[in-house]
């Protein structure tokens, strides 16, 4: 009798245990559609591509060009990393408010172009070894440049902020002005006209894309990018829980931004 009740009792809780769901987090669960099993340092060389999702907006960073082909800093750096790989980029459109989304729900297997490390993106995605510091600092015709150096003397009645939409330039300008008239424009390849044609006064965004629309845009002037309001650093974003992965990135990235090959493609753009 005791013999039949404990092995009743033993069925009843393989039963149960069998009809539990899975573990979060683990590599080839249901969580994420698409997800691979193991790690993607082992899959992207078996099948012969890495996904690299990409907003093609954020020169110098990430460029989509007329003919559909992208260019960048961060784009020569995954066309390395895909090379170690024994693999071959492919480049998906995303935008700066689905790029963190795409990377946790395994739609890509890193996301490039001047992606800035923040708290809320990092509850959902690993992020590579920082690649270099920035913060936001504004941007402004040359004429205006002295008006509009601190934040007190932008966020007034009558001065017109412009901002991209979804990323961290629209929360930075949202969180901080309160006065000042913000406008949201689509484009972030032709916000900068908006600008030198006078239908905006002054963006916010990171320093390093000031200095760099300014040289392409004489009209504007980069306001002290050597002090930034804030202090931000700017890494590739990557699928939660593989480690194995994340390690070989850190690698990379640390090996690119230590043996000149980062600097040299930076220099190419900021010539």
């Excluded at 504004?138 to 001065?159: E, N, Q």
């Amino acid at each position: 009798m005791k013999r039949a009740a404990t092995l009743s009792a033993l069925v009843c809780l393989l039963a149960v245990t069998a009809a539990a769901p899975a573990a979060p987090g683990g590599h080839g669960t249901a969580h994420g559609k698409g997800r691979d099993k193991g790690s993607l340092l082992d899959s992207v060389p078996k099948r012969g591509v890495l996904r690299v999702c990409t907003t093609g907006d954020y020169r110098p960073f990430t460029h989509r060009e007329a003919d559909g082909g992208y260019r960048g800093i961060d784009i020569d750096m995954a066309r390395d990393l895909a090379k170690s790989l024994d693999a071959k980029p492919k480049f998906t459109a995303t935008t700066w408010k689905e790029i963190v989304d795409d990377v946790a729900d395994r739609r890509c297997d890193i996301a490039v172009g001047g992606v800035s490390i923040t708290l809320p993106r990092a509850r959902k995605t690993y992020f590579s070894e920082p690649t270099r510091e920035d913060g936001k600092t504004p941007i402004t015709r040359c004429a205006d440049k002295d008006t509009y150096d601190t934040l007190d003397r932008i966020d007034r009645p009558g001065t017109r902020v412009i901002v991209n939409p979804g990323g961290t330039n629209e929360q930075f300008a949202r969180d901080r002005i309160k006065r000042a008239t913000i406008t949201v424009h689509p484009d972030n390849t032709t916000i900068f006209q908006e600008i030198v044609d006078g239908r905006a006064d002054v963006m916010m965004t990171d320093a390093s894309e000031t200095r760099y629309q300014a040289r392409l845009h004489p009209e504007l002037c980069s306001v002290h990018p050597d002090k930034p309001f804030t202090f931000a650093e700017k890494a590739y974003a990557l699928p939660r829980g593989d480690e194995e992965f994340k390690e070989y990135v850190d690698q990379f990235v640390h090996l690119a931004t230590h043996d000149g090959t980062y600097a040299a493609y930076e220099a190419q753009w900021m010539e």
